[in-house]
């Protein structure tokens, strides 16, 4: 599972940062140990090498401030990670020193 995560780091990484530059001025982290698998599947049946993956992150920033908790779907084929589904479930609150990094609405 390690080896799965460290290698679907950097497309969770970039979903996770797109997201977050709508409210955030700087981009949160994920780490491997914060990511749980939700659902993985086989779409195109017996030795198909087409996958849909589903997890679960909680990204952070600075010293390991959880910002939100996020769903991902990928879909994986040989050469190709795709993101068909980003949702965000939950969003924290962060500590007041840490206040200033979110974005003022307009």
Known sequence: MDMFFSLLLPNVQEAVSNYYSDYLTISPLVYPYQIK?????????????????????????????????????????????????????ETYELPPNWQDIIKKRK
């Open 37 to 89: 698998i939700l659902k993985m599947e086989r779409t195109n049946g017996y030795r198909g090498f087409i996958f849909l993956v589903t997890l679960e992150v909680t990204p952070v920033v600075g010293p390991h401030n959880p910002v939100g908790r996020d769903q991902l779907t990928f879909s994986i084929t040989p050469g190709e990670v795709k993101l068909k589904k980003f949702k965000h479930m």
